[in-house]
């Protein structure tokens, strides 16, 4: 079993559409979560970061983590265009390094 | 920008030559990073460096040579690639690379094709 599970996709919503990515993940030691960004062509870059459960909220982004499902969810509100990238879930436990362990991505295609 | 920079974008080598990649940070970061990023695969973690020194090895094979000769530079030494280590090399670098996880700020990447 892999400790990161992310659904490739691609996945292909109308402009304003809501959005809902998921990552599922089998540590429960995991404590930190990213969701990154990454455009075709260019290096991920970092969107959303929380700690534990909770959710947290940027803009029409909104990162939400269910440690007792160990499931994390990006929403995007309202979907731009320009929205449209691979988006990367990422957490570790907080130890000894810095070791981010990555889910393989989802690609999202906003259409106008 | 991120602040971090990486040459060359492209590269396209025989099994038998001999590449580096660059990878230039400009955040006043202590830590530095390569992953690999090939299709429908998590990236992989690579190397840490931690103040120009080695802190992690993810048994990657022989014929990737890192060096890290100050905090703000690393390379990744090509040699004997094969096929198969065609894909997207990733360099990245955070504040430290101990304790609560910071914060790692990704380059562009160099896409490399291995004939």
């Known amino acids: 079993q892999k400790e990161v599970e992310q659904d490739p996709g691609p996945l292909s919503v109308p402009e304003g559409a809501i959005v809902s990515l998921n990552c599922t993940y089998s540590n429960s030691a995991f404590q930190y979560f990213m969701w990154y960004r990454q455009y075709s062509r260019k290096g991920p870059e970092l969107l959303m970061y929380?700690?534990?459960?909770g959710n947290k909220e940027d803009g029409r982004f909104t990162a939400q983590v269910d440690k007792s499902s160990k499931y994390i969810s990006l929403f995007i509100r309202d979907s731009q265009p320009s929205d449209s990238a691979t988006y990367l879930c990422a957490m570790n436990g907080g130890g000894a390094t810095n070791k981010l362990i990555f889910g393989t991505g989802t690609l999202l295609a906003v259409q106008p | 920008e991120t602040g971090v920079t990486q040459t060359p974008r492209h590269l396209v080598m025989g099994m038998t030559n001999k590449k580096s990649l660059k990878c230039e940070q400009h955040?006043?970061?202590?830590?530095m990073y390569w992953y690999k990023q090939s299709a429908k695969k998590p990236l992989e973690l690579m190397f840490v460096y931690s103040l120009e020194e080695r802190v992690e090895n993810n048994s990657v094979p022989s014929r990737f040579s890192p060096e890290c000769p100050n905090s703000s530079h690393l390379f990744l030494h090509l040699h004997t690639l094969q096929p198969e280590d065609s894909a997207l090399y990733l360099c990245?670098?955070?504040?430290?690379?101990?304790?609560?996880?910071?914060?790692?700020?990704f380059g562009p990447g160099t896409r490399l094709l291995v004939l």
């Open positions: 955040l006043g970061h202590n830590a």
């Open positions: 990245a670098s955070s504040q430290d690379s101990v304790g609560p996880v910071k914060t790692q700020y």
């Open positions: 929380t700690y534990s459960s």
